[in-house]
T-cell receptor, first 109, second 114 residues
Framework: GNSVTQMEGPVTLSEEAFLTINCTYTATGYPSLFWYVQYPGEGLQLLLKATKADDKGSNKGFEATYRKETTSFHLEKGSVQVSDSAVYFCAQYNNDMRFGAGTRLTVKP | DTAVSQTPKYLVTQMGNDKSIKCEQNLGHDTMYWYKQDSKKFLKIMFSYNNKELIINETVPNRFSPKSPDKAHLNLHINSLELGDSAVYFC?????????????FGPGTRLTVL
């Protein structure tokens, strides 16, 4: 069946550090892949998405590339800010929506 | 303008009570969802409604019943509340069709059962 596995948190980084949050998926067919972000006390917001292999989604300095050969969609940012502190969810859509367990990121000044 | 709204934002109630959470979207979307987020932040889909028809029910107890009076509203009614129902419940909506189905989430309702 369809599922998403992302690295467990929490992740704590200093400001301007490089961020990687790993995400892999299992699916029949070709899912669309997403990263959602949940800031403290708020609902989820779409951060970026990719709909086919080799597509790169990007937004607010975050990037993720749809890698069909490794079934991965890792989230990266070159220089994190304190305001990036949130919980990040990897997700796939393939007839239904499946979310990963979420990774909490804390960025310290 | 709020795209997906939920009421109430917080709900504290006793075990055994019946409660409802309301959700409305003004995006003109055809599909609405209810998710449950537990204390560990794990998000699990509960229901999906497409044009007033239930299309997903992920092994949710029948104490939970979604009600959709029209395609802009999907309310969640919970009977005989239990301690384990304490969680944050998120409503979401998306446009039907296609595999790149971006969902728009409401702000969540934090339910606490005492």
């Amino acid at each position: 069946g369809n599922s998403v596995t992302q690295m467990e948190g929490p992740v704590t980084l200093s400001e301007e550090a490089f961020l990687t949050i790993n995400c892999t998926y299992t699916a029949t067919g070709y899912p669309s892949l997403f990263w959602y972000v949940q800031y403290p006390g708020e609902g989820l917001q779409l951060l970026l998405k990719a709909t086919k292999a080799d597509d790169k989604g990007s937004n607010k300095g975050f990037e993720a590339t749809y890698r069909k050969e490794t079934t991965s969609f890792h989230l990266e940012k070159g220089s994190v800010q304190v305001s990036d502190s949130a919980v990040y969810f990897c997700a796939q859509y393939n007839n239904d929506m499946r979310f990963g367990a979420g990774t909490r990121l804390t960025v310290k000044p | 303008d709020t795209a997906v709204s939920q009421t109430p934002k917080y709900l504290v109630t006793q075990m055994g009570n019946d409660k409802s959470i309301k959700c409305e979207q003004n995006l003109g979307h055809d599909t609405m969802y209810w998710y449950k987020q537990d204390s560990k932040k794990f998000l699990k889909i509960m229901f999906s409604y497409n044009n007033k028809e239930l299309i997903i029910n992920e092994t949710v107890p029948n104490r939970f019943s979604p009600k959709s009076p029209d395609k802009a509203h999907l309310n969640l009614h919970i009977n005989s509340l239990e301690l384990g129902d304490s969680a944050v419940y998120f409503c979401a909506s998306s446009q039907a069709g296609g595999l790149a189905d971006t969902q728009y989430f409401g702000p969540g309702t934090r339910l606490t059962v005492l």
